[in-house]
């Protein structure tokens, strides 16, 4: 009850601005400011794949063969990681308690993805969990946020059935390449079976080492999936 009515002081005598150029907006980033993060999908295929990917490429796609490994098949990127804009985007979806960026980050995919994706049916949506000890930190899981704005834009169902059963360091604090793939290790588990002929797509707002996605691929392969991609909003 105090929280609620906290917040609900506090909106009524802050409006929303843009976090980048502090203009008055609902979303806190503003339509000029997100206009200006910049267009440019990769996609990653899989070293030994025969099959076709889920992602088509198209004019200016950056495409990064034979770097996958692993039971992950494809995975398509939004925006590179580096310019200032995303960057201060994802910093205060996850650290600064502004869920409400979610939409037009989530916007941002759904503009890639629907740009990309060859048509398929049975597709699923995976959002990359958070431990539940820092869930109860942070309040919610941004990726879940992406993953459930794409689910309605998309009309696609979501897995929730990952979940992670380590809680690790997070992997922005970790510098070395080695460390943060050994970070993730078989930190995750899937709780249910694939559905037939499902292709599963995860879901997550950043990649550095592809190494979290990696570990989530195997352990949604050991619940049957052998269709597995992923989305990545910033890479
Ligand atoms: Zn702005």
């Known amino acids: 009850m105090q929280d609620s009515l906290f917040t609900l002081l506090q909106n009524s005598i802050i409006p929303n601005q843009c976090i980048i150029c502090h203009k008055l907006h609902a979303s806190n980033l503003c339509s ?30 950056n495409i990064q063969p034979n770097l996958v490994e692993g039971k992950l098949m494809s995975i398509l990127t939004c925006t590179p990681f580096n310019d200032p ?12 308690n502004i869920p409400q960026i979610a939409e037009p980050l989530g916007a941002i995919m759904l503009r890639t993805l629907t740009q990309h994706i060859r048509l398929k049916s049975n597709i699923i949506l995976c959002p990359i969990p958070l431990h539940p000890k820092r869930l109860q930190f942070r309040k919610y899981n941004q990726s879940l946020l992406l993953a459930q704005y794409l689910s309605d834009k998309l ?44 292709t599963i797509i995860i879901i997550d707002d950043v990649t550095t080492t592809l190494s979290t996605i990696q570990e989530a691929a195997k352990a949604l392969s050991k619940q049957g999936f052998n269709d597995i991609h992923a989305l990545i909003l910033a890479h």
């Open 32 to 61: 000029d400011c997100l206009s200006k993060i910049p267009h440019k999908p990769n996609i990653w295929i899989h070293k030994y794949t025969q099959q076709k990917s889920l992602f088509a490429p198209k004019i200016h796609t």
């Open 85 to 96: 804009i995303i960057r201060k985007s994802i910093h205060y979806l996850k650290y600064k």
């Open 155 to 198: 009309k696609l169902p979501l897995y929730l059935d990952l979940q992670r059963i380590r809680n690790t360091p997070q992997q922005m604090r970790i510098k070395d390449r080695r460390d943060r793939i050994e970070n993730v290790i078989a930190s995750f588990e899937a709780y249910s079976r694939a559905p037939k002929n499902s």
